[in-house]
T-cell receptor, first 118, second 114 residues
Framework: AQTVTQSQPEMSVQEAETVTLSCTYD???????LFWYKQPPSRQMILVIR??????QNATENRFSVNFQKAAKSFSLKISDSQLGDAAMYFC???????????????FGKGTHLIIQP | NAGVTQTPKFQVLKTGQSMTLQCAQD?????MSWYRQDPGMGLRLIHY???????DQGEVPNGYNVSRSTTEDFPLRLLSAAPSQTSVYFC?????????????FGPGTRLTVT
């Protein structure tokens, strides 16, 4: 089974500081998509950032950026200037091909609980 | 647009009962899917559909049935509920042809089987 591993069950950071969440994954494909989703206590899944594997440039969305290391199969999320509203579960995910072969679903890591200390 | 909607938000079932979780989207997305989220776990794919009349199994399909008669709706059926199906269920949809595979999620249904 293709897996996504988040090795940090919980991270804590001071407000306004920078934090990096780790993610590694398994794949035999050369082109694929990677995602970070945020899940606040409301449990709504919110897309934070997306990276396409064939693109060399790391994706950036405002205070959120990734460090994508394709050879190492590593996809970490950096949050700069942390804010209280960033407190949530963060899930790393990659597009997965299932038996149907279509664009059909995501494989998720187990998540990292991010705590923001005021 | 309402996006992806799910009903009900909460449900309690007794073991052996059946029910259908409803999911609808108004974005004309071809792809729809169901995930379950258990404590300490990420979301796991149950079933998915790449268009009306076409469905297939994901990672954890046992105990669930789906059908897709329209583009908008993708209900998930539990034929005989078991305590192991206690979970939060998410429906998601995505647009074909964009090659981004970004999933739009509904708000989730919390199901408890006693």
């Amino acid at each position: 089974a293709q897996t996504v591993t988040q090795s940090q069950p919980e991270m804590s950071v001071q407000e306004a500081e920078t934090v990096t969440l780790s993610c590694t994954y398994d794949t035999s494909e050369s082109d694929y998509y990677l995602f970070w989703y945020k899940q606040p206590p409301s449990r709504q899944m919110i897309l934070v950032i997306r990276q396409e594997a064939y693109k060399q440039q790391n994706a950036t969305e405002n205070r959120f950026s990734v460090n994508f290391q394709k050879a190492a199969k590593s996809f970490s999320l950096k949050i700069s200037d942390s804010q209280l509203g960033d407190a949530a579960m963060y899930f790393c995910a990659r597009h997965a091909m299932y038996s149907g072969g279509g664009a059909d679903g995501l494989t998720f890591g187990k998540g990292t609980h991010l705590i923001i200390q005021p | 647009n309402a996006g992806v909607t799910q009903t009900p938000k909460f449900q309690v079932l007794k073991t052996g009962q059946s029910m259908t979780l409803q999911c609808a989207q108004d974005m004309n997305h071809e792809y729809m899917s169901w995930y379950r989220q258990d404590p300490g776990m990420g979301l796991r794919l149950i079933h998915y559909s790449v268009g009306a009349g076409i469905t297939d199994q994901g990672e954890v399909p046992n105990g669930y049935n789906v059908s897709r008669s329209t583009t908008e709706d993708f209900p998930l059926r539990l034929l005989s509920a078991a305590p192991s199906q206690t979970s939060v269920y998410f429906c998601a949809s995505s647009l074909a042809g964009t090659n981004t595979y970004e999933q739009y999620f509904g708000p989730g249904t919390r199901l408890t089987v006693t």
